[in-house]
């Protein structure tokens, strides 16, 4: 049984390809750029771009169940090919496609609804790694963490808790025709994350708050389109009630509690020092 896994080296897929290596499967990785992926021994890399589907067409044949990922790795570049994707691995026998959905009514969940494939689909709310994205640069330099509010919170997930979910799904039986919306045990602010993060660092993280404008300004300089500014100014002053709900997904599904942010700190600090 072959897994193909897209976005190989991303946030989740490689957390998708170790577990599954673990659990001693096959796992075919799809990769940009082979040479740096530094894959487990034994996983079959596939060289090929989400964005031109045509490079990995072959590498779709005997494959039982696919993970897709609906943006890529470009700044608010959410994938157009996915349809074409979806295409391909039904014509190719794909018996299974596992989503990672970002608003769940697009239209590759269209094109995946009305293929003859099974299918889940996987919604997390915001990701812990997003710490080092946001935050990262400003740490290790000293420098205070800037933000539109620190008092809204959210229900963060480990990367790794998301990536169980999806090995769950592509491995076993009785998760097809689902949408499950993934969270971690607790609903954290930006101030509550720091703390964790400073203790784990063994110091003080500054926090300054910033205005809307600024936020803007920010966010644009970074290559964000005016859609995704308007979600992110949502999410960051007054987001919906399913991104701060605790839900028990992660553990009804794998069996284990969703990691907290102090683990993550623990596991992550370094990225920060």
Known sequence: MTIF??????????????QLMEKGKEVRALTRNPDKAGFPIGVEVVKGDLMAPET????????AAMYLLTSSDQVGNYLETNAEVVALAEEAGVQKVCLLTVYGDGEVEQAIKNSTMKWTFVQPVGFMWNAVDNWQEAIRNGKPVRELDGDVRGAIIHEADIAAVFVATLLEEGYHGQLYTLTGPEALSVHDQLDILGKALETKIPFETISLDEAKKRWQEEGYDDESIEFFIQ???NPPEMGYTVLSTVENITGRPAR????WASENHHLFR
């Open 235 to 237: 999410m960051s002053t």
């Open 260 to 263: 907290t942010f102090a683990d």
């Open 5 to 18: 896994v897209t976005g190989a080296t991303g946030t989740v897929g490689r957390h998708i390809v170790d």
């Open 56 to 63: 990995f067409k072959e590498a779709l044949h005997g494959v």
